[in-house]
Every structure is written in C-alpha cells, then in structure tokens.
C-alpha cells in the first residue's frame, strides 16, 4: 500500500490507445475548441458593446458564456498538449486542481440554466412585476449564487476523493482526472466514497433539470392562455435557444454520470460528447437561433465596415 503523499503523478492514458488516429482527433477537437472560445467570446463582447442587449436574459446568457468558457479551459487545453505528446503525466495537486475546477463549473453551469429559466418564467408568468424582482442587484446575486454552489458541491466532492490513498500503477483511464478514474486507483475500497460523490453529482443533475422542467411547465401554462397565435410565437421563440442546451447538456451529462460502472463502453469517448461537443454547440444556438444577437453582430460588423473606410 502506498501513500498518498507519496506518489507524486499520475499518467492520463486518455486517447493513447487509439494511436494512429492521435493527429486527426487532435485537429477535430482544436478546430472545435477554437469554434467554442470564439462563439463564448462573441456572446460576451456582443452583450457587453451593444446597450439593447443590457436586459437581464443575455446578462445570464454571458455568465454562462463566461463559465463555459472557463469549463472548456480545465480540460481541453491540456487534452490538446496530450494528444501530441507520449508523456501525459499530471501532477496529484494538478488532477485534483483539475478535477476541483472541473465539477465546480459544471455545476456552475447547471445552475446558470436553472436561473435562466427562472427568468423566462418570470418574464412569461410575471411580466408586470418582472422589472421588480430582476433587477441589476438580484442578477447578480443569481449568478454569484451559482459560483458559489456549484464550487461548494465540488470542494466536498474533491475532498473526499482525494483523501483516499492512490497505488501504483497511477493510470488514470481516461483524457483528464474524472472522479470515478481517479478512485479506481485506490488502494483501499472506495466504493462508499465513490457512491457518496456519484450521488451528489446526480442529485445536482437531476435537481436542476427537475427544476428547470417545472419552470417550464408553469411558462406552457402561461403561453397557451395567450389569444393571439403571433404573442405565443414571441413567447415560444425566447425559450426554444435555451431549452435546446438545456436538453443537450444534461442529456450527455446523464450518460457519462448516471453511466452504471459495470455496464461497459470506453469512459473516454463517452465523455467527449459532454466535454467537446456541449461547449461546441451551446454557443452556436444560442447566436444563430437569436434575432437580437444576429442584429447586434450585423451593426458591429458595419460599424466596423465603416471605421476601416
């Protein structure tokens, strides 16, 4: 048995036993990334630059943006620098500062989409007490609330993961320090710790999207009492971006945490689409299904235009 503090590294496996397709994934998944940062980074300079769009909906749109775009920093950076490179070793304070910013922002993310529903429901089932209770203050308080829950879940989870003892060997089975990786190298039965942090996580999981359904029960209610085809069409429209992500996100997240541990399948392609290919996407619906966004980029753009003549 070998303690903790001793060993010193771990070694991500990862995609190295897909050898011969290392390059091409390599270059898929860094044409990916570079769509994904620049899809949050519009968002947020898009809502930032343009004052029709200081409305508390794309306030919380760009917190999601920005923590996204701190989600894919965790893990897809050094995935990229693995893919190239034979020698994938991480250090323990390195995986378990991974694995700590990695949950902490998923579940940041989570909550964001909670808040954003609530904000719809307000908007929808509330409209004349809705510039009230959604104020600059409140915004705020909503999105530092989300940080603040989301790390608090993931320090008690990183936590109890990392004071289990590791044995060599320290192959981490997987392209970044995913909690249920990282305790197959323990030395001691971590089935306890494994279930405690496997039902915080999905209890997350679920929660949220439980909430977000409800919410979403009461705005159908709301929008189908609403006379005219055209005012249920606005309703509608506002929510179908964010409802969208709201399907993909948890839908992938469920199969990589409600993945049952004896049921097979490679843990490192099923993580992809949850970790490569949500962040791709969420940006990209949320721009080119949203008018206001499309007609703040096209004045930029021809203000742009402009300056350069």
């Not at 439980?210 to 009461?218: D, H, S």
């Not at 964010?242 to 409600?258: D, P």
């Amino acid at each position: 048995m070998i303690n903790q503090t001793i060993l010193q590294e771990f070694i991500l496996i990862g995609f190295s036993v897909y050898p011969h397709v290392q390059t091409c994934l390599f270059v898929v998944f860094l044409c990916l990334y570079m769509v994904t940062l620049a899809g949050n980074l519009t968002i947020m300079g898009l809502t930032w630059v343009d004052r029709s769009l200081h409305t508390p909906m794309y306030f919380f749109l760009s917190a999601l943006s920005f923590s996204e775009t701190c989600y894919t920093l965790t893990i897809i950076p050094k995935m990229l620098v693995d893919l190239l490179d034979k020698d994938n070793r991480i250090s323990v304070i390195g995986c378990g500062l991974q694995m700590c910013f990695f949950l902490g922002l998923g579940g940041t993310h989570c909550i964001l989409l909670t808040v954003m529903g609530y904000d719809r429901f307000l908007a929808i089932c509330n409209p004349l007490r809705y510039p009230l209770l959604m104020t600059n203050v409140a915004c705020g308080q909503l999105v530092a609330s989300a940080w603040v829950g989301g790390f608090f879940i993931s320090l008690i989870e990183t936590t109890l993961i990392f004071r289990v003892s590791f044995c060599i060997p320290n192959l981490i089975r997987h392209f970044f320090c995913h909690m249920r990786a990282v305790l197959r190298l323990s030395c001691t039965d971590s089935n306890f710790t494994e279930f405690v942090v496997t039902l915080m996580s999905v209890s997350g999981l679920l929660g949220t999207f439980l909430l977000i359904l409800l919410t979403y029960m009461f705005i159908l209610s709301s929008v189908l009492k609403i006379p005219s085809a055209e005012g249920k069409q606005k309703a509608f429209s506002t929510c179908a971006s964010h409802l969208t992500v709201v399907f993909i996100h948890f839908g992938f997240a469920s199969v990589v945490y409600m993945k049952p541990e004896n049921s097979g399948g490679d843990d490192t392609l099923i993580a992809v689409p949850y970790t490569v290919i949500t962040p791709f996407l969420s940006p990209i619906i949320f721009t080119l299904r949203n008018k206001d966004m499309k007609n703040a980029f096209r004045k930029i753009m021809r203000k742009t235009v402009v300056l350069k003549k």
